[in-house]
Each structure stands twice: as C-alpha cells, then as structure tokens.
C-alpha cells in the first residue's frame, strides 16, 4: 500500500507559474508509475498527466502540453507537476494517484488508479 501527500497548491495569477509535489510513503513509491489529475467544481474528474516509474515515460492531456511537466526524483520519493502559462481554467483540486506497481506505461484513465492523495488546492485568478 502506498500513501500519498499532494502540496503546494495556492492562488496564482493567469501567466503565473506553480510547482505541485506528490511524496509518497512508505519509500517505495519508485516501484509506482504516478498519475496528476485534477477537478473543478461541478465538473468531472480530469487526467493531466502521468509517468512511469523507472523509464520515465510521460504522457499529458493536450491542454496541457507546453505548459506542464511532470517528473519525478525517486531518491527523494516526489514526484512533480511543474505548471506554467497557467490560465484560470487550470483552477481545480489537483491530485496525484498510483496504480498497481511495475507498470511500463502510464496511462491517462483514473480506472487504473487504485491509490489516491487528499487533493491540493490550484486558483488561477486575478
């Protein structure tokens, strides 16, 4: 079983940039690709983007691509979600997800998520 911590999550202004840390625990969260997804008030759940644990392998939603990189640093058990050029239709809940361990790819569907954080809070606004 593997808990997850999301932070960072704050208001931002529309061209602003964020940083979003998920730490995982206990220390073996090198074994888990991590999902970044996010919501909004009253609308459905959203993937962002995803990575894999060892290879690295990444993948993101097109509104997002350009603008968000998700990268990992497994000796310091984090995984990462730098957001720039964010736009207010970034504002959501954003959380960070595991799924079963050892997978090779990642996938952008939170069916294969089985392991989620409390959620940190992202406002884009003026």
């Known amino acids: 079983q593997v808990h997850l911590v999301e932070s960072g999550g704050e208001l931002v202004q529309p061209g602003g940039s964020l940083t979003l840390s998920c730490a995982g625990s206990p220390s073996a969260l090198d074994h888990y690709g991590i999902g970044w997804f996010r919501q909004a008030p009253g609308q459905e759940r959203e993937a962002v983007s995803c990575?894999?644990?060892?290879?690295?392998?990444?993948n993101y939603v097109d509104s997002v691509k350009g603008r968000f990189t998700i990268s990992r640093d497994n000796a310091k058990n984090t995984v990462y979600l730098q957001m720039n050029s964010l736009r207010p239709e970034d504002t959501a809940v954003y959380y960070c997800a595991a799924p079963s361990p050892y997978e090779l790819e990642c996938h952008l569907n939170a069916d294969e998520y089985y392991h989620w954080g409390q959620g940190t809070q992202v406002t884009v606004s003026s």
């Open positions: 990575i894999t644990s060892t290879s690295g392998k990444t």
